[in-house]
């Protein structure tokens, strides 16, 4: 049975500007087949065991052929696979998207495409450049100054005749010519022009000038591909529209925990800001849970969400359930825990959002009764110094995936919102053997404050209020 390729536009780099049926098409693919341009960021849609093939093309480098490329989508789908052709840009606009079909076509695979926003249109909107504008520029017309025949030249003499603005992709390497070919057809050197490096990136770069001048920019602030060149009118909105260049934390490097659904990352990134990620330790690895005699317990503490359902399986194999504990008390530290244990029906005694709570502890231990506690094995030395009863580890956890600290160097700020997520920040730090020194590190609350503190961090900053919007506020201040 044959399956299905998606030829796929990934869009101009934002990974955020993919469409929904694009977003569903790359969670439903058992191969992607990816360009070199596209943000790597969208490969978090991705089922876990879906096969993923770099076909990228790399300048002046060798590269896979494009037929070998068409050889690979025709071979996975008759192997009743759903294929992902992920293209920068729109596949049908200078990325050979054409092509591919026609192929799939003439071999009987059966195929779709999924359009995605062009460089050309995003590109110039992300730097305040809108393609037309009433009574200014009525059209636009786009063209590739990268063509299959080096020795082939575009039809210059048309293209001058054309009205409205026009957009070259591809197309810093021959600059000039553009230039000097628009320039010696009747396009006066004082006519706008500009360039959009990586357009929507957060490492997006614009400039503008006019034709007479554009040439010596790009030079003198070393514009390279890939870049986006337009010429015409509209270029003169640039400074008044650009809001994407005008973010408050535009470009600044910051660096977060990976997380596919949390505020933090959609705030810092609407206030312009480039994101780095260290991974959440979530692998958890269960330890042999040794139970006290229940009979003899009167409260159990429970210090960390996946405490609470290691201990409901630990009574399950002894036999038992919640309904032969009428007599315990039950306390939860952190509000995921309080959860996790309110959602199984439990009416909790106590519970204290934050691990370094001398108050609750005090509180607990005056109560008396014989308590224990329930954790991770990397929260019991923390613990011992604030109870003096009983704890017991019920797993610990591990980085699921691979730490990349290829990137850290350029940080220039980290954000770590509650406990958990500095607890897994050390742990990767000291994995990756990287010493912070003077980065600044914004935290939120007392409790994730101590863990830093505790592992030798000193620039530690903290937020002005307990709110994820103080967080972003406390990075521009910095910033």
């Known amino acids: 049975m044959s399956g299905l390729v998606t030829l796929l536009g990934a869009g101009p780099g934002d990974a955020e500007l993919l469409s929904l049926k694009g977003k569903r098409r790359l969670q439903e693919a058992d191969v992607l087949v990816f360009d070199r341009l596209v943000n790597q960021e969208l490969f978090q849609h991705l089922k876990s065991d879906c096969e993923k093939i770099d ?8 590269c896979i052929r494009q037929e070998e490329i068409e050889k690979i989508l025709i071979e996975k789908a008759r192997q009743g696979k759903r294929v992902v052709r992920l293209k920068s840009g729109d596949p049908y606009i200078f990325g050979r998207g ?7 076509v003439e071999a009987g695979v059966d195929f779709e495409v999924v359009p995605g926003i062009t460089s050309a249109v995003a590109g110039l909107t992300y730097a305040g450049i809108p393609m037309t504008y009433r009574d200014v520029a009525t059209s636009f017309h786009v063209f590739t100054a990268h063509l299959k025949d080096e020795t082939e030249m575009l039809n210059w003499e048309a293209i001058s005749k054309l009205k409205g603005t026009l957009v070259f992709l591809m197309g810093m390497k021959n600059l000039p010519t553009i230039v000097q070919e628009l320039t010696a057809r009747g396009y006066g050197k004082d006519k706008p022009a500009a360039i959009v490096e990586w357009g929507t990136h957060p490492q997006q770069r614009s400039v503008d000038g006019t034709l007479g001048n554009i040439v010596e920019l790009a030079e003198a602030e070393d514009f390279k591909a890939p870049s986006v060149i337009v010429v015409g009118d509209v270029v003169a909105y640039r400074q008044q529209l650009n809001f994407h260049e005008n973010l408050p934390l535009f470009g600044r490097k910051i660096l977060i925990q990976q997380s596919e659904t949390g505020r933090l990352p959609r705030l810092l990134k609407d206030a312009g800001a480039a994101l780095t990620t260290f991974p959440a330790r979530d692998l958890v690895e269960e330890l042999e849970l040794q139970l006290p005699d229940l009979e003899q317990v009167d409260g159990l503490l429970f210090a960390d969400m996946q405490s609470w359902p290691l201990f409901l399986k630990a009574l399950r194999k002894a036999g038992k359930d919640l309904r032969s504990l009428p007599h315990i008390r039950f306390a939860a530290i952190g509000h995921h825990t309080a959860k996790s244990i309110e959602a199984s029906g439990i009416v909790l005694d106590r519970m204290t959002p934050q691990q370094s709570d001398t108050d609750f502890a005090t509180a607990l231990e005056k109560e008396g009764g014989n308590w224990y506690i329930l954790t991770a094995e990397h929260k019991k030395a923390s613990l011992a110094e604030l109870y003096s009863m009983p704890i017991i580890a019920s797993h610990r956890l591990a980085f699921g995936s691979q730490i990349n600290s290829t990137n850290w160097l350029e940080i220039e700020v980290v954000c770590l919102p509650n406990s958990a997520a500095a607890m897994n920040f050390v742990a990767a730090s000291q ?10 590190i914004v935290v939120m609350g007392a409790s994730t404050r101590a863990v830093l503190a505790e592992a030798g961090f000193s620039k530690i900053v903290e937020t002005d209020e307990a709110t994820i919007a103080s967080i972003v506020d406390k990075c521009r201040e910095i910033l």
């Open 55 to 62: 076909v990228g093309k790399k300048p002046g480098q060798p």
């Open 431 to 440: 994995e990756a053997g990287f010493d912070w020194k003077d980065v600044p």
């Open 98 to 104: 054409g092509e591919e079909g026609v192929k799939l």
